[in-house]
């Protein structure tokens, strides 16, 4: 195997004096050179969610209607169960099922079913990010509009695989090396319960929800959502879970009233 200065040199002889010299020091200096530390991840984006207290859900109507909630489980105690990623050795948690500390359930879109014949809704400017982040997707479950633009950044020192599996939609599939840049995408067609995979780590799973409107929620640690500036009317509200199923309820409001409607599992 050649040495660092034949590396350096390109293969040819080096002669003695001043030119090994030179190309020596040259050499050494390189060899000593310290490695740059890779850049610090970027921070967790703070994007829009569900309230973080059912007080804040249910807060006076300040434009239409308001349709605001709960989600409560009422099933048999859930254990939390942490999965050992095979490419990174890290423990993650499981997040198909969390119930948070008061006994309501994270990660519940909760949204509109009814459809709005004759409106159309303005795509909403801001980007949402999806990260890969601790070997795990953040956010777990992402709900957009249709069109709003989608960034997928790795967060991690592993390489990721970025993989959608959509019914409608249009199938991606995109590595995404450490620090690489971001994927960026849309997804036209309204569709609920799309499964996004990682095919370099089978630890990695999470959902996306693309819908035609902006009445929607995804709960978080506080198990509410709240779905406001509704027009006056009649509504099928859903609840959708990815392993507890969907839960329906059919609301009529007036502007300017908030309803409460709370699911239970």
Known sequence: MPS????????????????????????LAVACRPVAPPPPPPPPVIQWQ????????????TRGAVVAGRIIYTGPPITPRTIVSPVSRVAVL??????????TLCNVLVYVK???????FATPRKPLVIDFRGTS??????????????????CDPDVHNFHVIPAINT??????????????????????????????DPTLSMWIHVLAHPY?????????????????????????HEKLGTKQQTVTVKDGEVVSVDFRY
């Open 50 to 61: 569900a309230p973080t207290t059912l007080a804040t859900a249910t807060a006076p109507a």
């Open 216 to 240: 929607f929620n995804v709960t978080n640690t506080a198990g509410v959502y709240r779905l406001e500036d509704l027009p006056p009317g009649t509504y099928v509200i859903e609840a959708w």
């Open 114 to 120: 009814s459809e709005f014949e004759g409106r159309t």
């Open 137 to 154: 997707f953040d956010p777990h479950v992402l709900a957009v509009q249709t069109h709003q633009l989608i960034q997928v950044r790795n």
């Open 171 to 200: 199938e991606r599939n995109h590595p995404q090396p450490p620090g690489g840049a971001a994927i960026m995408f849309t997804l036209p067609i309204p569709e609920i319960g799309i499964a996004v995979k990682d095919d370099i």
């Open 94 to 103: 499981d997040e198909s099922v969390v119930v948070n500390a008061d006994g």
């Open 4 to 27: 660092v200065c034949e590396r350096c040199s390109g293969g040819r002889p080096i002669g003695r004096g001043a030119d090994a010299f030179i190309l020596g020091a040259a050499c």
